[in-house]
């Protein structure tokens, strides 16, 4: 999966002219926390909700006087954030989480050809690659395998439950603190995992259902 099957298109931009408080109308309207600030198709920098709000006054007038004054004359040319955290709409999505990660952003802007194109968060990479790989909200019963991660052990588990008849909707491998072996880890497509783990336990693996 590429960032660009999961950004979002469209991306509503701003003019680094663009006063605080049309910032945060903008914001407020559309619900967003960040946006990517273009002068003539140019990307320049990011703002985003927390920089609006930790904007403060620096004279000694009365505050409410500070406080209209910053929101009227100050641009976010004056506080934007300059080094853009930026991506490539062809990139994976495992690029993209290890480049957010590393410089501790909550969102990349895609772009290409020195165009915006879009724009990927945190929450884009959870709701649509973590859960649906961890088969969060989806239905049927999860069970654990202790130890049942490598090769052969994973081959032998899988034609088990398949002699049952039971589907298997997802399966990925964790490695437990614990013993630093390889468990598996399988979403069954169906409610009640009594038979599988009863097969599973006939192979000599010690199976559990496993909360989710």
Do not use: C
Not at 43 to 50: K, Q, R, S, W
């Amino acid at each position: 999966m590429l960032v660009k099957d999961i950004m979002t298109k469209n991306v509503v931009t701003v003019p680094s002219k663009t006063s605080i408080g049309e910032a945060k109308k903008i914001m407020k309207e559309r619900k967003f926390r960040r946006l990517p600030v273009v002068d003539k198709g140019k990307l320049v920098g990011i703002i985003t909700e927390d920089r609006l709000d930790h904007v403060s006054p620096s004279t000694t007038a009365p505050l409410l006087w500070q406080i209209s004054y910053l929101i009227s004359h100050t641009t976010l040319g004056d506080i934007m954030i300059k080094d853009v955290v930026t991506i490539e709409p062809e990139a994976t999505i495992e690029q993209g989480v290890a480049i957010a990660q590393s410089r501790r952003v909550g969102a990349l802007v895609v772009v290409k050809d020195d165009k915006v194109v879009g724009i990927v968060t945190t929450n884009d990479f959870f709701y649509n690659v973590v859960n649906p790989v961890l088969g969060l909200g989806q239905s049927g019963t999860r069970i654990i395998v202790p130890g049942g991660g490598d090769g052969k052990s994973t081959e032998k588990i899988i034609a088990g439950i398949n002699k049952l008849g039971v589907g298997i909707k997802m399966l990925w491998v964790t490695t437990s603190p614990a013993t630093k072996k390889n468990d598996i880890v399988i979403q069954l497509d169906t409610e009640d995992a009594t038979e599988v783990i009863t097969k599973l336990q006939g192979l000599g693996y010690s199976a559990s259902v496993r909360a989710r």
